[in-house]
């Protein structure tokens, strides 16, 4: 089955610098990839998500680059705000069989 | 936009007691519904895939006798966790995904804390 790792598992930036995760996964035949920003105790809240047939996509503040020669996806956000703390998993769903299988999370630290 | 509602949003129980969690698609119709576990700092665990009218897919070392799924319509999903024990303690988040090959969204539910004490 599809499997998705994800780094760093946690990510400090001072208050307006950029943040990037990284996420990888192994099936070659997925092709929709979604990022999820998680508050503690809250529902999984979509932010962004991007199709095999886009290499980029961008949403203000908020970017995510697929390569799938090397089958890696990853999320760019920049200037950073306190209020983007938070866990982000990054998900691919592997083709035909339609689940999301999900990286393991990155929690965000924003300091001022 | 597509809304999930999910209950209850939190609940105690006994140990040996079950709890049911119920799933709802409030304005579109859910072919597939997806179960997940989250436990604390950690990712989201597919439990089982449901799809209307049939029987559940669970995922590996998943026991369907436990944790029994019922998609008995179009919107609505229901995880039944019976003879809870203080392991099965964790964060339970249903998705549920339009009909339709080239539908790509996923709709979460907000969650339920199962407490087994």
């Known amino acids: 089955g599809e499997n998705v790792e994800q780094h760093p598992s946690t990510l400090s930036v001072q208050e307006g610098d950029s943040a990037v995760i990284k996420c990888t996964y192994s099936d070659s035949a997925s092709n929709y990839f979604p990022w999820y920003k998680q508050e503690l105790g809250k529902r999984p809240q979509l932010i962004i998500d991007?199709?095999?047939?886009?290499g980029e996509k961008k949403d203000q503040r908020i970017a995510v680059t697929l390569n799938k020669t090397a089958k890696h996806f990853s999320l760019h956000i920049t200037e950073t705000q306190p209020e983007d703390s938070a866990v982000y998993f990054c998900?691919?769903?592997?083709?035909?069989?339609?689940?999301?299988?999900f990286g393991t999370g990155t929690r965000l630290q924003v300091t001022l | 936009g597509a809304v999930v509602s999910q209950h209850p949003s939190w609940v105690i129980c006994k140990s040996g007691t079950s709890v049911k969690i119920e799933c709802r698609s409030l304005?579109?119709?859910?072919?597939?519904m997806f179960w997940y576990r989250q436990f604390p700092k950690q990712s989201l665990m597919l439990m089982a895939t449901?799809?209307?009218?049939?029987?559940?897919?669970?995922e590996q070392g998943v026991e369907k006798d436990k944790f029994l799924i019922n998609h008995a319509s179009l919107t609505l999903s229901t995880l039944t966790v019976t003879s809870a024990h203080p392991e099965d303690s964790s964060f339970y988040i249903c998705?549920?995904?339009?009909?339709?090959?080239?539908?790509?969204?996923?709709?979460f539910g907000s969650g339920t804390r199962l407490t087994v004490v």
């Open positions: 998900a691919a769903r592997a083709g035909a069989a339609s689940k999301l299988t």
């Open positions: 991007i199709r095999s047939n886009v």
């Open positions: 998705s549920a995904r339009p009909g339709g090959a080239q539908n790509y969204g996923y709709t």
């Open positions: 449901s799809n209307e009218g049939s029987k559940a897919t669970y």
């Open positions: 304005d579109f119709q859910a072919t597939t």
